[in-house]
């Protein structure tokens, strides 16, 4: 698939099935937001992409309201939460790139975040390019979507194409 089919493939709405993170030495797996993680990742044909993850089951707030909580409802919440936004590009026929505008966690503001790209048959896999501090180890990351019923036009498009 070259970066302009790649490109067409990921158009979409996708949900996250898993998301585990393997460490460089030792190999032992993390779930960084539990073994059943929900997430949605979209990329429009107009080039912007979001992304949420969280860990499901986070406790409610005890008023009620975001800007009643309390800090350690609102370390929870964003411990078990993550989100960013952005534009995002292919250049290469196994690599995507998302150039975060916005984000709740504030380091990755400008920051591009480049995922390899592969498929598990009709499963997206994102990985980070290279191993990075996760949960107190360096590691391979590695999310598997698949795409929400109903969203598989661009697929299908693609797909008719050969691809």
Known sequence: MNPEELR???IGAWRLVSYKATAVEGGGVVEPFGPRPEG???YT???HMSAQIMRPGRPAFREGRLEKGRPEELSAAALGYL???GTYEVPEDDLVVHHVE???????VGVPQVRAVGWEGPRLRLSLR????IWGARRDG???WERVPGDDGALSEARGRGV
């Open 8 to 10: 067409r493939a990921l």
């Open 40 to 42: 949605l990742i979209v």
């Open 45 to 47: 044909a107009g080039g």
């Open 83 to 85: 989100a960013y936004g």
């Open 102 to 108: 916005l984000s709740l966690f504030p380091n990755w």
């Open 130 to 133: 290279e191993p990075a501090p």
């Open 142 to 144: 590695v999310l598997v």
